[in-house]
């Protein structure tokens, strides 16, 4: 375990930056947080969601787990999304993978960690229901990083079908849901031109992705 001191040493270091960069940070700060945005992402320590959008503490409301998963059981995730919508009034959820996602790689090689083996069977279930897909794929590497794409679709399928997001598009929110990839290898987000802004569009969306429709999988 690497020592707990030049954690506190760079926080107050960090506090004093903001401080000089801004006197009056922290005290809005503490006024209120108005962010508009969600970010659901993995918790994988290579993917700081504040830092790769470029955002300040305040601006973006973040939820993450191994593998950026959205279950209907999970209280936490929804929770978090609940309150986002309904009292944060963020207009806009981001679903954020990446590629070489331990989680998804775990999945999909069917490796025994213990307890988070429960868990990935949702990534396992999204492998079989698109199994012959990614068998078409010339390399396992293909194979992984088109799972990792298709995760990250398939979670956005399931924000939409949350009675929150629902209930937000049958009142009339300007609600939307997107679905973002990150790839470690040059720092970049890639927008999978997976978008949910309706009740409507999610049902068309939801349709591609039962087909099989190539064009809405691959990122650009």
């Known amino acids: ?17 903001m401080t000089i960069e801004d006197p009056h940070f ?9 962010p508009d945005f969600l970010w659901i992402g993995c918790a994988d320590s290579r993917v700081p969601a504040n830092e790769i959008v470029g ?6 409301f973040v939820h993450r787990n191994v593998a950026n998963v959205v279950v209907h059981t ?51 279930d999204v492998m ?17 990083r088109a799972l990792c794409e298709l995760n990250v679709i398939e979670q956005v399928l399931n924000v939409g079908q949350t009675t929150i997001a629902q209930n937000a598009w049958d009142t009339g929110k300007p609600l939307q849901v997107h679905g973002w990839i990150y ?4 720092g970049l987000l890639r927008d999978l031109k997976v978008t949910l802004r309706n009740a409507s569009e999610f049902e068309v969306v939801y349709q591609r992705v039962a087909d099989g429709d190539d064009s ?4 650009s």
């Open 55 to 60: 955002l300040l503490p305040g601006e973006l």
């Open 216 to 219: 809405i999988f691959t990122a």
């Open 74 to 124: 999970d209280l936490n995730c929804l929770s978090v999304l609940q309150y986002a919508v309904d009292a944060l009034q963020v207009e806009h959820v981001i679903v954020c993978g990446h590629y070489g996602c331990g989680g998804v790689q775990a999945a999909w090689k069917n490796t025994r960690l213990g307890l988070i083996d429960n868990w990935l069977r949702h990534v396992q």
């Open 26 to 34: 922290f005290e809005k700060l503490v006024g209120q947080q108005s």
């Open 183 to 186: 790839d470690l290898h040059d």
């Open 128 to 144: 079989k229901k698109h199994r012959s897909r990614l068998d078409k794929l010339p390399t396992e590497e293909a194979r992984l």
């Open 1 to 17: 375990m690497p020592p707990l001191s030049p954690l506190l040493r760079s926080n107050r270091q960090w506090a004093e930056r």
